[in-house]
């Protein structure tokens, strides 16, 4: 079953740190770019950074920009997502997601097809 | 960033309804847009890409068109377990930026 699973979420204080994990089953996991989106409570979908297969490629929100760091490790099948001086702001489920890698005509297609269940982070004092 | 305008925020239908909802791209984004389903609690899921290809496994009542800025989709008779929040999602350019959503709710 193709399958992606976050952790490390929790409650963490302003300006502290927190490391979240997406593990990857089911499919050839080096082959694919991947993404984080959070979405705040009671809000809609944010994307916050992308990750080409081969980690030459990275983008951010401008809204993290400077704060976080995307990584992978392809031997582990796994993404990272490291979030550094968090603020309240920043308190959201954090999901990621599967660049689809759709062909339609001649044209590459990257909606994001497979999702993780979540993990809530909570920037609270 | 391109600004997606997603509309109506919200409406109420009833089970066999056709409902249409709309997203409108600040600049051109060809057909690189996205319709997901999102249920209290859960991720989203995909429907469409490429503004009008069904994603496997999504039921053909789901359809989507248009190109360029503007795009819509469409479910043809509304069922039960379609009441839900959908998003659409440009993939033209990063950042990558969704519509505010649209719940639809039972009347």
């Known amino acids: 079953e193709v399958q992606l699973v976050e952790s490390g979420g929790g409650l963490v204080q302003p300006g502290g740190s927190l490391r979240l994990s997406c593990a990857a089953s089911g499919f050839t996991f080096s082959s694919y770019s991947m993404n984080w989106v959070r979405q705040a409570p009671g809000k809609g979908l944010e994307w916050v950074s992308y990750i080409s297969s081969s980690s030459s490629t990275i983008y951010y929100a401008d809204s993290v920009k400077g704060r976080f760091t995307i990584s992978r490790d392809n031997a582990k099948n796994s993404l990272y997502l490291q979030m550094n001086s968090l603020r309240d702001e920043d308190t959201a489920v954090y999901y990621c997601?599967?660049?689809?890698?759709?062909?339609?005509?001649?044209?590459?297609?990257?909606?994001?097809?497979?999702w993780g269940q979540g993990t809530m982070v909570t920037v609270s004092s | 960033a391109i600004r997606i305008t997603q509309s109506p925020s919200s409406l109420s239908a009833s089970t066999g309804d056709r409902v249409t909802i709309t997203c409108r791209a600040s600049?051109?984004?060809?057909?690189?847009l996205a319709w997901y389903q999102q249920k209290p609690g859960k991720a989203p899921k995909l429907l469409i890409y490429?503004?009008?290809t069904l994603q496997s496994g999504v039921p053909s009542r789901f359809s989507g068109s248009g190109s360029g800025t503007d795009f819509t989709l469409t479910i043809s008779c509304l069922q039960s377990e379609d009441f839900a929040t959908y998003y659409c999602?440009?993939?033209?350019?990063?950042?990558?930026?969704f519509g505010q959503g649209t719940k639809v709710e039972i009347k």
């Open positions: 490429a503004a009008s």
């Open positions: 997601a599967r660049d689809s890698r759709k062909i339609v005509g001649a044209t590459l297609h990257d909606a994001f097809d497979i």
């Open positions: 600049q051109g984004i060809s057909s690189y």
């Open positions: 999602q440009q993939y033209y350019s990063y950042p990558q930026t």
